[in-house]
C-alpha cells in the first residue's frame, strides 16, 4: 500500500459511475460509515473491483442470522489513510445460504470465510480450503453455533 | 523427503493457544500449517446475552495483556452507533490508559524475545520496568491488569489532578529504560544476525493479508488506526507514525522499541493538556442501528462491530483481533527459514488469540513426527544464538 492518493470523494464517485446500477442501497450512517447493500451474484466483481482498484484492505467479514428468512453477511472494506470503512452487505436467503467464495481473489477473506461457514452454515462456493477453523473437526454436522431457528 | 514439526496447541514462547505443523526438509521450513480454536470461548454469543454495560467488561476479559483495547473499541463501536461523542478529559484518559498498555505490552513482549534467543537480562530488565508502568496503571485505574476504565461516554473514573506530577516524575524514569533497550537491542551485533533478514514479511504479502499493526508497519505500510482515523485524543497531540521498510524480525522488535518512544511523547502532552471537566455523559441507552469501533492496540487494529435492535442487548456483537489476521501471514513469513528460528518468527507477530502451543515437524522423507516442547524450542534458539556467537567471535 502506498499513500492513498484518492479522498473519499473521488472513490464514492468511481464506485457510483462503476456500479450505480447494481447497488441496491447507498447508506451514509456518518462521514466515515459507509453501508452499501448488493446482491450475492454481483459480490465478487465488485468486491475484486473494490480491492484490486484502491489502496483497500480487507478488514473482516460479519455474518448475522436475521429474523426475516434469511442471513446477511457484511464485508467491510478500510481505503488505505483513510477515515471511512466501507461495509458491503449481502442478504442470503434461507433455505440456499449459498455465496462464491472471495478466497481465490483476497487470501485475508480465507479464514472467516472458513469460520462463517461452522458457526453459520453458509457454504461458501470454490473456497480453496474448506476444514475447521474454530470448532474441532468431529463437530456434529448441520449444527451451527450462532444461528437463531437452530 | 521433508519431515513435519508440530508447534502448539500452546506456543512455547508466549503460551497461546494456536498450533503450528511445519514441514521441513532438513532444517528448512516448506510448509506451515496453522490451526486455531484451541480456547474458543464464544464471546460474540456471550455478548448476546449480556446488556451494552456489561459488554465492554467482557470484551475486556477477551486478552489479559492488551485489555484495554478491546474496551477501546467497544466504546467507539457503541458511540458510533449512539452518535455519542465523549467528554474532552475522558478522551485524554482514555489515550494516557491506552498508551500505558502499549508501552507495557511491548516490554513484555521484548522481555520474552529476549529470553527466547538467550538474552535472559534483556528479559528481566524489561520485566522490571515494566512494573514503572504497571504501578502508574495500577494507581490510575485501581487495577495492574484489566482497568475497566472505559465506558460509553465517557470514564468510569477521573484522574486525580494531584497525582498527575507523581505519575509524570514516574514516566520521566522510563525515559532512559528506553534508551538503554534501544541501544542494547538495536545496536547489538548477534541480535543482528539472529533476527535481520530472518522472517521476512513483504510488502507485497502484507497487503495480501491484510496484516495490521506491528506486523504491516515493519513491512512499509503506514497503517494506523490512531493517524488513519483519529480517535480518542489521538488527534490533539503531536506523535509520529513508525514505519520500517525490511520486514524481518529486526525490524519488527526496533518498530516496537520506536513505537514505545512515541506513546511516552503521547502520555506526557495528554498529561499537560487534559483540563478539569466531566468524565461521563452517563448514556441511558443506545437506539437501533449498527456501530463499527476501531482501536489501535498495541498488535494492531482492533474491529468491533454491532447491532442493535433497541433493546439493552446487542443482536450481533463481532469481534476481530489483530492476531487473526497476523498470525495468518504466518503461513508465508516462515517459509525458507530454519526451525532453530521459526518459533521466533511465529511469535514476532507477538500473537494474542487469547493467550496459549507446541511444534510438530514432519519429516516426509523419513516419514515420522516428532513433538519438540517449549524446553526443547527454547534450546535448540540459545544453541542458534551460540552458533552465531562463535562466527562473529563475542
Known sequence: MSENLMTWKQIAKKIHDKYDDKILKWHEHNDNRIYVDIDPKDWIEFGRFLFDEFDTRFIIASALDTPWDGMEILYHFDFHNLPQVFSVRVFLKKPKLEIESMAPYIKATEWIEREMTELFGITFKNHPDMRHLLLPDDWPEGNYPLRRDQ | ?394
Open chain 2, 1 to 394: 523427503m521433508s519431515e513435519i514439526i508440530p508447534i502448539g496447541p500452546y506456543h512455547p514462547l508466549q503460551e497461546e493457544p494456536e498450533f503450528f505443523q511445519l514441514h521441513v526438509e532438513g532444517e528448512k521450513v516448506t510448509k506451515l500449517d496453522i490451526e486455531i480454536g484451541y480456547n474458543h470461548r464464544g464471546i460474540e454469543k456471550l455478548a448476546e446475552s449480556k446488556s451494552w454495560d456489561q459488554v465492554v467488561f467482557l470484551v475486556e476479559r477477551i486478552c489479559g495483556i492488551c485489555s484495554t483495547s478491546h474496551p477501546a473499541a467497544s466504546v467507539c463501536a457503541m458511540e458510533d452507533l449512539g452518535g455519542i461523542e465523549a467528554p474532552e478529559r475522558a478522551q485524554y484518559i482514555r489515550t494516557i490508559v491506552a498508551e500505558l498498555e502499549r508501552i507495557h505490552s511491548h516490554l513484555l513482549w521484548l522481555g520474552l524475545a529476549g529470553h527466547f534467543i538467550g538474552y535472559n537480562t534483556v528479559w528481566m530488565w524489561a520485566w522490571k520496568y515494566r512494573e514503572i508502568v504497571c504501578d502508574i496503571l495500577d494507581k490510575m485505574t485501581g487495577n495492574r491488569q484489566s482497568y475497566a476504565m472505559f465506558k460509553v461516554g465517557g470514564v468510569r473514573r477521573d484522574v486525580l489532578d494531584d497525582d498527575i506530577p507523581a505519575f509524570k516524575k514516574m514516566m520521566d524514569k522510563l525515559k532512559p529504560v528506553l534508551d538503554m533497550f534501544k541501544g542494547a537491542v538495536i545496536d547489538d551485533p548477534v541480535i543482528h544476525a539472529r533476527t535481520k533478514g530472518v522472517g521476512v514479511l513483504t510488502k507485497e504479502q502484507a497487503v495480501e493479508y491484510c496484516v495490521v499493526g506491528p506486523t504491516a508497519r515493519p513491512s512499509g505500510i503506514a497503517i494506523d488506526v490512531r493517524k488513519d482515523e483519529p480517535y480518542f485524543a489521538y488527534d490533539w497531540v503531536d506523535w509520529d507514525i513508525v514505519v520500517l521498510q525490511e520486514g524481518d524480525v529486526f525490524a519488527k522488535v526496533a518498530c516496537r522499541i520506536l513505537e514505545m518512544y512515541e506513546s511516552v511523547k503521547i502520555i506526557d502532552q495528554c498529561f499537560d493538556k487534559m483540563k478539569p471537566g466531566v468524565v461521563d455523559l452517563h448514556v441511558k441507552e443506545l437506539s437501533p442501528g449498527e456501530g463499527i469501533g476501531r482501536a489501535e492496540a498495541p498488535r494492531g487494529e482492533v474491529y468491533h462491530y454491532c447491532r442493535s435492535d433497541g433493546s439493552n442487548f446487542p443482536a450481533r456483537y463481532k469481534v476481530r483481533a489483530p492476531s487473526y489476521v497476523n498470525i495468518f501471514s504466518n503461513e508465508v513469513a516462515v517459509i525458507g527459514e530454519k526451525v532453530a528460528d521459526a518459533a521466533l518468527i511465529l511469535a514476532a507477530v507477538d500473537p494474542c488469540y487469547c493467550c496459549t502451543e507446541r511444534m510438530v515437524v514432519v519429516d516426509h522423507e523419513k516419514n515420522k513426527e516428532r513433538v519438540l516442547n517449549s524446553g526443547d524450542l527454547i534450546r535448540l534458539s540459545h544453541e542458534r544464538t551460540k552458533e552465531v556467537r562463535k562466527a562473529l567471535g563475542v
